[in-house]
């Protein structure tokens, strides 16, 4: 069992002192939730958990790692993060020791609280089914049709970097077709994707959730909060928010993994994952070139070579 | 009624609802407990203009302040939202200071308050000194009886809405029907985190081991501050240029770092720690010191909207366990 093995390696990690804390997942206090736990004890190791909603990407702590060692548990999309952090020099090689998981795809907890009337009290995962309970209700639901559109579309859900795996590889083949959203995206006219666009933004509060969770978005001065230059006002003008969320797509060129943990954070609901996959999408047909893959070679974005292609300027 | 804007919960998107003007009765959307954004954004709204300037001549001249020029009524707020309202309005209005924009927008509002029937579990109004039908604050206040609403006018702008003849007097047994609906909603809310007390009880944590574990998870958005009904920080900036621009008020997050950073690059909360901990400290210790009353009214949204699952829940309960429990190790 994964759960079993996690907490196997990381008792053993710390004990042998390989690493300072093991940073996975641990129980949260709602159902279909769980919360990212950092265990420095031996002892406390059982805390650790897995199932199907470990949807965080530990990753993006590792900017706060100063001169720890740490056991990260990461899924394939987080260890695709990883590589893409570690190509950007983001950590020492010895700072991190990979405990990686073989993905079984993550459940949306929104679209399973969606499919029942009243709230969920009690959640079970029970092979391929989620027991969900409430006031008054009582429902198995087939976790297949409950998953996030980022892990439909999945094609890298082994661990592409990792010092150890737990549990068995699995097949690499998305449920749906890759880049579906972003696909679906391009065939709208472009006054219909600007609609779309706008719709999605204008709910935006600016709490920067997607900024702070992607484990790319570490600048010491994110643009937003510049004020010398000032690249953009503060409040909720239709232009700004625009701005901020063409930019911040824009800067994942080459490097978003995409685990969607920007549109899992988002708490007003905006879809922000089919920007990211035309981005990837783009890459990969220009440049051929997929995030985390190769540990070697630099994004598309980060690098000049005299043979780019350069249809693009006309 | 038409001399009134009527501001009620509107879905925004699936499961994602906000306080909006209302122009067709259709729009409104009671169907969650509570609203994503709280109420408090109909007085201090995320992003105001303070007023505007041009230059004429060679001077500048400010050309407009917009106040609100219509009476304004509040539907379908919770208790907490409201109860949250009167707990920003001891800041924004005092004998020492009073902010005009926030008044004025409250002195034109009636508030409709709407009891809560089925409270969720995130809630947890009662332990913060409030409860799912707590009618301080409305000037009316409804209850849900399913056919009808049960409807208490409790102040004298409540009361304006009788001499309208849009009430019929109640029945004797809604009255039974109303104690039924209470009762349910307290027992489901319960009162389990020890809100009382924590006041006392954090002012010897200052340098506790405590923060060190509070922090660790966060990753420092703002959701729990912004979606807060009682956080009120804001930012004042200036748009535009010498010709023209605007003086608009924002609001603000102790989560960022560029919250306290200084001019001279000096950052006093240096990282997420001492910003979670000012996150706490204000609403269950410095705010308590100064109003006496915790600046929490327990909706639960930073509960349920945090994208690392922070239960500050969990937070008010470690503050009183025994020894609070720090990492054994210094911050990460």
Known sequence: ??????????????????????????????????????????????RL???????????????????????????????????????????????????????????????????????????????????????????????????????????????????????DPVEESPLKETYQEAKA????????????????????????????????????????????????????????????????????TGRCSGCGACERACPMGIRLTYLTQKLTMDVKELFDFETGIDTETLPPLSTYEMEDKQEFIK | MDEYDLFAPVQLAEGVSVFRKIDHPDEVDLSSANTQ????????????????????????????????????????????DIEAISIIEKVFVSEEYTDVYFLDKRKKTTLMGLGCNHPISTCFCSSAGGDPFLRAGSDLFFIDLGEAYFVELLTEKGMAFHQNKFF??????????????????????????????IEKRLDLMGESLFWDRVHEICMGCRICTYLCPTCHCFDIVDEGGHQRGQRVRNWDSCLSPLYSLETSGHNPRPSCRERTRQRLMHKFNYFPKNFNQVACVGCGRCILYCPVHFDIRQAILWTSSKRPKGSERGVL
């Open chain 1, 49 to 167: 958990i897995w199932n199907s909603f470990c949807e965080n990407n530990l990753s993006a702590y590792l900017h706060k790692l100063g001169q720890f060692k740490v056991g990260l548990v990461v899924k394939g999309c987080d260890a695709r993060s990883v590589v893409a952090l570690s190509l950007e020099k983001r950590f020492k090689a010895d700072q991190l020791f990979l405990i990686g998981v073989p993905c079984q795809r993550m459940v949306d907890r929104r679209k399973v609280s969606r499919a029942v009337k009243g709230e969920i009290l009690q959640a079970r995962e029970a092979g391929d089914l989620i027991d969900v309970k409430g006031d008054g209700f009582e429902v198995s639901l087939k976790r297949d049709d409950f998953l996030y559109s980022s892990c439909q579309v999945c094609i890298h859900r082994n661990p592409t970097r990792t010092d150890v795996l737990v549990g």
């Open chain 1, 185 to 252: 995206f391009e065939k709208m006219s472009p006054e219909e994707r600007w609609r779309f666009f706008e719709k999605e933004t204008s709910r935006c509060i600016r709490c920067y959730a997607c900024r702070e969770v992607c484990p790319m978005c570490y600048c010491a001065e994110c643009f937003v909060d510049s004020s010398n230059p000032k690249w953009i006002e503060k409040g909720l003008s239709p232009s700004d928010l625009d701005f901020y969320h063409i930019v911040r797509a824009y800067h994942q």
């Open chain 1, 1 to 46: 069992m994964i759960q079993e093995k996690i907490r196997e390696k990381a008792r053993e990690l710390l004990t042998n002192k390989t690493v300072d804390l093991i940073i996975g997942f641990g129980e949260g206090s709602l159902p279909l939730r769980t919360t990212p736990r950092f265990i420095r004890n031996p002892e406390k190791v059982d």
């Open chain 2, 37 to 80: 954004k709280p109420a408090k954004e109909l007085f201090f709204p995320q992003s105001e203009v303070m007023f505007r300037y041009e230059k004429v001549g060679k001077r500048n001249q400010i050309v407009s302040l917009d106040e609100e020029n219509r009476e304004r009524i509040l539907f379908g707020a919770r208790p907490c």
């Open chain 2, 168 to 197: 019929k007097e109640a029945d004797p047994r809604d009255l039974t029907l109303v104690k039924e609906l209470e009762g349910k909603a307290f027992e489901k809310v319960g009162y389990t985190i020890p809100v009382d007390g």
